[in-house]
């Protein structure tokens, strides 16, 4: 598919919901591709991307750095807290703040540091066991303590379950950001960003449509 017919349908889907175009932010993750096709689309220009490792990123992104300017990173995996100097180092923004353990070092780094990155709270919607992020029911009074920590919330993130149709769980996370005054909805991947984008989504995180499939073994 590629970057930019993944850009043009989020033109589209944009218009198609009465949003103003430019509004949602593509993060192009490129977590366990191939150099090649992550300078690739460095190289059109594009400069928002996600990864999932830290290991992973700090082993990438610094050379890219220094070879392309104005690179912003997003941290989408799970996040722990023995990474998180590292990871405060390298990105700009975490979309994976999800228990009171991590804020709390979180906040203290920020305070030390000075600067705050952008910070989304993973909800967990689908109430998955074995999925990362705080519980719908208790996604209010989480978000609560953060900004008690003074951590500066950009908005809430979300990864639907698998088999479900993912509509419910994009507009339960809409809700949760609506009634408590946040902005930021980073929801959608290659096989729905479409979707979120009608439902509110502000950041899009797309890698295997833009990229092609990954790779593990
Ligand atoms: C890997 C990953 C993506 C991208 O998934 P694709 O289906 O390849 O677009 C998006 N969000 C998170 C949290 C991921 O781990």
Known sequence: MGLEEIKRRIAAA???????????????????????????????GHRIFGENYV????????DWRTRFSG????MIGPLQTNKLK???????????????????????QVQARGNCPQLFVQVNTGAEPQKA?????????????????????????CIPPESEDPVPHFRALRDIAARNGLRGLSMGMSADFETAIAEGATHVRVGSAIFGARDYS
């Open 55 to 62: 290991q992973e990123a700090v082993g990438k992104w610094p």
């Open 133 to 157: 992020g705080i519980l719908p029911d208790d996604a209010d009074a989480f978000i609560a303590e953060c900004q008690a920590m003074e951590l500066v919330l950009s908005g809430l993130m």
């Open 86 to 108: 590292p990871a405060l180092e390298l990105f700009d923004a975490f979309h994976t703040l999800d228990r009171p353990s991590l804020a709390s070092k979180l906040a203290r």
């Open 71 to 74: 690179v912003e990173l997003h």
């Open 14 to 44: 944009e218009k198609a919901s009465g949003r103003a175009a430019g509004e949602v932010t593509l993060i192009a993750v490129s977590k366990v591709q191939p150099p090649g096709r992550v300078e690739a689309v460095l190289e059109t």
